[in-house]
């Protein structure tokens, strides 16, 4: 699709949704239809309705988001139900200033304009209840089908944009992803869910929930996933002149399975709270990456992931908090990748043990001052890589690093329209050295219903184990990246059901570290500048109507040359409306996302596109019964993503329509 029919279509494609929202406005305004369980926020106060919303991973501590020294998206359990978000990639790419890509085989996520297709979404931090879900081998945030959680075992995600080393270290660097899962007392019972999709698709969960009259908390689930996946035709296969790998007249047939298992179990008591969690994937890999054979189910992936986490936290005193932490994480990666004889079937593992300690101490000595300080340790004590073909063995190197940071904050509130929050942390890495790394943010409001926000921080991101070891290409001497942000955030509540807000950021950042496609080589080749600004608007009626819109403008280019990056879209456009239909008994979920065009890794144009993605939701036909069905890519918009340098295909082919049925009951 050329930009200017892709502007045209979005054109109509937003022209529809926004009649649904006016249609929507003046039904909810009208008090809807049927008795909606939403709360009244008519009968809150501008403070109270400014409480509602809260954010733990900010700054490790709950506090209100508009006291977060940074600009901060919660997506609720309600929401992933009303739109139909089926993994984590789909929650990410609804936020504002977000957007996704997908290589046929793992998910990734843009953040404000910045998503390179060659590496793992290691420049975001992924926290699940506050653990580190990022690997210790690529440092990646599995966030599709691989990912750790079933979306139903989430209660809500905070979504932290901005650089957050000052508390968590490396990797907090474009943004802090915090899951929060749910609990045992959500339940009080147990849970079964089943879904059916396109291209014969099935899930399956159980969940079992409970709390004690005594306090005792414990949770408990288990989900599986079948894909048959989908055919796809690449016209790159179907040119035996240019191609010697083209077959099958470039259709991939049935070569696109996708088959996961995730568990999660929690139990607190009092202060004590344990966590641990185990997912696996194997994915069948459609695209023929890195030259292999074409339309050959051997070329597949394993993922496994999983992390045993014991937390304890007691009161020392009226006004101090000790928390304390032990944790144990575990990744393994397989990749059978096929080629023609001599080589044959080529097999790549990864291996990533670590564990590790932590502690924190939240402290109010006053009404006006919020203290946190702390430190972890982390012992990556399996670091290992192994390849080898039918003929050779590549390598097998095993390793082990460790890393260790401290730091402090201190939240002050000299009056009650303005509050500082100072903080600071440095880490130590045996492969580079140290890092020191402040945030820095004066937050004012001038009026009962309106904040402004000031910040100033520093992030980086430590290479991989990957980019300093893989292979014959290792360069042990790379340094890390660095980011510096300014930024200024906005936010206005109108009335008591109306809310504005919007950001302008600058971020600049050193040392990038990109793959040497010539060499296969890492190296710190690049400085990059970004800024831009997000825009959003949400309502809510009584009704339990909600609607979002938001909008995005961002420009992230090479310093050098000025030119744009590769995958970075200028522009982001998402609408969101929430619609009752019959009360609690029906609403309609609908959602507009638009996306730019992006310049490949080839220097093309993979053009703009626009997805309507429509969910009709039942709660409570009978008692604990919901029903949902689902249609993505509405309008069968035909979209494709940039490819990475493991590609032929400058650009993939993306989901066309689609759908999904699903149906839990809870008892």
């Known amino acids: 699709m050329t930009p200017a029919a892709s502007r045209a279509f979005a054109a109509r494609a937003t022209g529809l949704l926004l009649s649904i929202a006016i249609a929507g406005t003046v039904f909810a305004a009208a008090g809807g239809a049927g008795d909606a369980q939403a709360p009244d926020l008519t009968d809150l106060s501008l403070e109270e309705l400014m409480n509602i919303d809260l ?40 936020v504002p200033g977000f957007y996704s890509r997908n290589d046929r085989n793992y998910s990734y996520v843009g953040v404000r304009g910045f998503q390179r297709p060659n590496d793992y979404n290691l420049r975001t931090l992924l926290l699940i209840d506050g653990h580190r879900a990022n690997d210790n081998v690529y440092n990646s945030a599995l966030i599709g089908t691989e990912g750790v959680l079933n979306v139903d075992d989430i209660d809500r995600v905070e979504v932290i944009r901005g650089p957050s080393s000052s508390i968590y270290g490396a990797g907090a660097f474009f943004a802090v992803i915090n899951i929060l899962t749910r609990k045992g007392r959500d339940l009080n019972g147990f849970e079964v869910a089943g879904a059916a999709g396109s291209w014969d698709t099935q899930t399956a969960r159980v969940n079992w929930g409970t709390r004690t009259a005594g306090g005792a908390e414990a949770y408990l689930g288990g989900s599986g996933l079948w894909s048959g996946g989908q055919d796809f035709h690449y016209p790159e296969f179907n040119d035996p002149l240019n191609n010697p790998l083209s077959a099958n007249g470039g259709d991939a047939e049935g070569v696109d399975q996708d088959q996961s298992w995730k568990a999660i179990g929690k139990f607190a008591w009092r202060g004590f709270r344990a966590e641990v969690a185990q997912s696996s994937r194997r994915k069948v890999l459609p695209a023929a990456p890195y030259q292999t054979l074409f339309n050959d189910p051997d070329n597949r992936t394993l993922d496994e992931r999983g992390f045993l986490d014991l937390r304890y936290e007691a009161p020392i005193g009226s006004k101090t908090t000790l928390s304390s932490g032990l944790y144990a994480d575990r990744y393994y990666y397989r990749g059978d990748y096929d080629y023609a004889a001599p080589d044959g079937l080529y097999i790549e593992k ?50 082990r690093s460790s890393d260790w940071g401290l730091f402090i904050q201190d939240q002050y509130a000299p009056s009650k329209r303005l509050l500082f929050n100072l903080g600071v942390r440095h880490d130590g890495y045996e492969t580079f050295g140290g890092s020191t790394n402040p945030r820095l943010a004066m937050i004012y409001d001038p009026t009962d219903s309106i904040v402004f926000k000031f910040i100033y921080g520093h992030a980086f991101r430590a290479p991989s184990f990957q980019e300093l070891y893989y292979g014959t290409g290792a360069n042990p001497d790379l340094d890390p990246e660095r980011i510096r942000t300014s930024e200024f955030v ?44 997000e825009l959003a608007l949400e309502r809510s009626w009584r009704s339990g109507a909600s609607l979002r819109i938001d909008y995005a403008v961002q420009e992230t280019t090479e310093r050098s040359t000025g030119d744009r990056l590769s995958n970075s879209p200028r522009h982001l456009a998402k609408f969101h409306l929430v619609l009752p239909l019959a009360g609690e008994k029906l609403s309609a979920g609908a959602e507009i996302q638009y996306t730019g065009d992006r310049t490949t890794l080839a220097g093309n144009d993979a053009g703009g596109y626009t997805v309507l993605n429509l969910t009709f939701l039942s709660r409570n036909l009978t008692p604990g019964l919901t029903l949902s ?3 993505y890519n509405l309008l069968g918009e035909a979209y494709f993503d940039p490819g990475s340098s493991g590609n032929t295909q400058d650009v993939l082919q993306q989901d066309g329509r689609n759908y999904r049925l699903k149906v839990i009951w809870k008892f």
Not at 508 to 523: C, G, H
């Open 350 to 399: 990864a291996y990533g043990y670590t564990r590790g300690a932590e502690v924190q101490l939240t402290a109010r000595p006053s009404p006006k001052h919020t203290l946190v300080a702390g430190g972890e340790f982390r012992d990556h004590y399996r670091q290992d890589f192994y390849a080898d073909d039918d003929t050779t063995l590549y390598f097998d190197d095993h390793r």
């Open 490 to 533: 906005y936010e206005q509540y109108i009335g008591r059901n109306l809310r504005l807000s919007g950001t302008f950021f600058d971020n600049a950042v050193t040392d990038l570290i990109s793959l040497n496609t010539a060499t296969v080589l890492f190296e710190n080749v690049s400085a990059i500048d970004s800024h831009g600004t």
């Open 629 to 631: 069905g689902s249609i």
């Open 55 to 94: 954010v733990v991973g900010a700054s490790k501590y709950e506090q209100r988001v508009t006291e977060a020294p940074a600009y901060v998206t919660i997506v609720t359990a309600a929401d992933i139900q009303a739109f139909g978000y089926r993994t984590l990639a789909d929650i990410l790419a609804s």
